[in-house]
């Protein structure tokens, strides 16, 4: 069972370890690492135990930093560069918002390690939508240009960020080769040889949002986070902006999830590491309100694949609260009983029983972007 | 000889302390300092080596035109200061 928990916020990251102390949480913060900057993202690697933090400072653009003491002290990386587009490159313009695509890094929202056979390996999603590889740790990174050029990704566009970006990142365990990525809103492709060639897997999902001819075009879908059941990679869970999608068949077919309660609006989604029928949500009223349901944090759970949900509450507050959890703020340890998320106005919970009690970890954390066991 | 100064608030990340260096325009300027401190490039210049798009360059007190190839002329003598374009909150 995770002992670790990090915590990217707008201004900082937070290191939460379980200790012995008896009587209320166990859980206490033992590190704080780049106070006063935006850490997008955390990967504590589990293979290796290099711990990687990517930092977005605005004026000065968007940096990686490498620990190998769980984040007593940093090393700079070179970030992931876009590189100069080869002469005549047609210009790949937003079709949302009319702006060019830049080939250069915006932002670092997705960190994962490749498979266990892969040691050293990396991907990195990225805003304007570039896949980066890395296989020395992070020292080196390369574009995917199978993937950037494909003529598909003219139809991307940013959701509420300005450009379009890959934000989930699930390499089969069976095969580290097979590499699912999600993008909004670009819908969710796969490369089953290492990333020579994509395929969009996005069918079955459909977008309200769009104009009816392009309601289940799976290039433009929405998918706001897509997770795997690491025992049963087949099955994968997908937050979507207009609702919940799952599959059984490795994303060939997606399946509406109508029974999410009390909404199906939202960001994060976590599935259980070995039992692919269980998930958990953290539901929000819905696109236009962003805010939770009734004042009321929640979390939602199934044990039957999505059939039935329970709306878990106890320990969380549940009156005149207003919390939102991003994509990347709730995750499950590899047990899959213990759960913590964090929320954009700063609290943090832990579950240690699947979600049936959460105690508050703090409610004075900048807002959370990433919340990860170690 | 041209002397460089860097905002306060870089320093936070980068060490970057004023410099002289030789160079013509703001690219040789700024490629002469890099050459020596290559740490600092990637804050200041992007991915394709253009200024990043919220911090500027002065020159003599004003701000540089071209922000992608960096060919404004820098004459021997000249103060360049390279700073936050302030926006935002």
């Not at chain 1, 916020?9 to 206490?28: A, C, E, H, I, Y």
């Not at chain 1, 390690?113 to 980066?132: K, S």
């Amino acid at each position: 069972m995770s002992q670790r928990i990090f915590v990217a916020t707008r201004k900082g990251l937070f290191r939460f370890d379980r200790g012995q102390v008896k009587g209320s949480s166990p859980w206490r913060i033992t590190g704080a690492s780049f106070l006063g900057d935006s850490v997008s993202m955390v990967l504590p690697d589990r293979r290796d135990g290099y711990l990687y933090a990517a930092l977005g400072h605005g004026h000065f653009g968007t940096k990686l930093h490498r620990s190998r003491d769980g984040g007593e002290s940093w090393e700079e990386l070179k970030a992931p560069a876009y590189p100069e587009p080869p002469a005549g490159t047609e210009e790949v313009r937003c079709p949302a918002r009319g702006i060019p695509i830049p080939w250069n890094l915006e932002l670092i929202w997705a960190l994962e390690p490749g498979g266990r056979d892969q040691p050293g390996v990396l991907w990195c999603g990225t805003l304007p939508g570039g896949l980066f590889r890395s296989d020395d740790h992070g020292t080196t990174w390369t574009l995917i240009r199978s993937l950037w050029d494909r003529p598909e990704r003219r139809e991307w566009f940013g959701g509420g960020m300005e450009y379009p970006g890959i934000h989930s990142i699930s390499v089969d365990p069976r095969d580290s080769n097979r590499v699912f990525v999600g993008i909004s809103c670009g819908g969710v492709w796969l490369t089953e040889n290492a990333g020579e060639s994509w395929a969009c897997r996005a069918n079955g999902m459909y977008a309200v949002y769009a104009p009816p001819e392009h309601k289940f075009n799976p290039n433009i879908q929405d998918p706001h986070r897509m997770v795997h059941c690491p025992a049963r990679p087949d099955v994968m869970w997908v937050q979507h902006h207009n609702g919940v999608f799952r599959t059984t068949n490795g994303a060939t077919l997606w399946h509406d999830v109508t029974a999410a309660i009390p909404s199906r609006f939202g960001f994060a989604v976590a599935v259980h590491p070995n039992d692919p029928e269980t998930a958990w949500l953290v539901p929000a009223v819905s696109d236009e309100k962003r805010i939770p349901v009734d004042g009321k944090v929640v979390v939602s759970r199934t044990r039957d694949g999505g059939k039935t949900f329970q709306v878990l509450r106890d320990g969380l507050p549940q009156d005149q609260a207003y919390d939102l959890t991003f994509r990347h703020a709730l995750d499950v340890d590899e047990t899959g009983d213990r759960l913590a998320f964090g929320s954009t106005t700063g609290s943090l919970w832990i579950s240690e029983d699947q979600g049936d009690h959460w105690t508050t970890l703090s409610t004075h954390l900048p807002p959370v972007f990433c919340t990860r066991f170690a | 000889m041209i002397r460089v100064s860097f905002t306060q608030n870089l320093q936070r990340h980068v060490a970057c302390p004023p410099v002289d260096v030789k160079g013509a325009t703001v690219r040789e300027v700024l490629d002469s300092v890099f050459a020596a401190n290559e740490k600092a490039r990637g804050y200041v210049l992007d991915d394709r080596g253009g200024l990043r798009r919220h911090m500027v360059v002065f020159v003599n007190g004003q701000a540089v035109k071209d922000r992608v190839t960096l060919g404004d002329g820098v004459p021997d003598g000249a103060e360049v200061y390279v700073m936050q374009a302030l926006s935002g909150g």
